[in-house]
């Protein structure tokens, strides 16, 4: 799995987009966002223009999300150790809200007849008709 970059960091401590999303979370994973939070937060601490914005950005402004993207790029470029934690972090929470994601499909699997069927409920995914009159469906 590729890094997480600046701007995915911050938008899964920081941003409110997650709302619905977060209502189908585990406690364990919103632990994870605040532990995320604050580690940000502890990394900025005494830089006032930094708090500013991290403050700002918490109440969903989104300029301030940009501003605090640029800090915690510039951290992560400097200072490795830090790099890795929030980036482990990140991934552990972006795993969860995957899994959630899926598990908020409506899932069906068919089986018999000449070959087992799985369909996955998306309305956004293509279907393409297979060549025996079976449907294939490709999904993101």
């Known amino acids: 799995m590729e890094p997480l970059t600046a701007g995915a960091i911050a938008t899964l401590a920081f941003t409110k987009a997650f709302e619905k999303t977060i209502e189908k979370l585990t406690e364990a994973t919103l ?6 939070r604050k580690k940000i937060w502890q990394k900025f601490r005494g ?30 470029d400097y200072d490795n150790q830090f790099a890795q934690e929030v ?3 990140a991934k552990e929470i972006q795993q969860e809200i995957n899994i959630g994601k899926i598990q908020g499909q409506n899932v069906q699997n068919v089986y018999g007849g000449e070959a ?6 998306n309305p956004n995914a293509p279907v393409i008709q297979g060549g025996s009159g079976h449907n294939i469906t490709f999904n993101n």
Do not use: F, H, R, W
């Open 31 to 36: 632990t994870k966002i605040n532990d995320l």
């Open 47 to 76: 830089n006032l223009k930094a708090e500013t914005a991290l403050a700002a950005a918490e109440k969903g402004s989104k300029p301030d999300l940009e501003t605090v993207t640029a800090y915690l790029k510039q951290a992560m």
């Open 116 to 121: 087992e069927q799985y369909n996955v409920n």
């Open 87 to 89: 980036q482990n972090l």
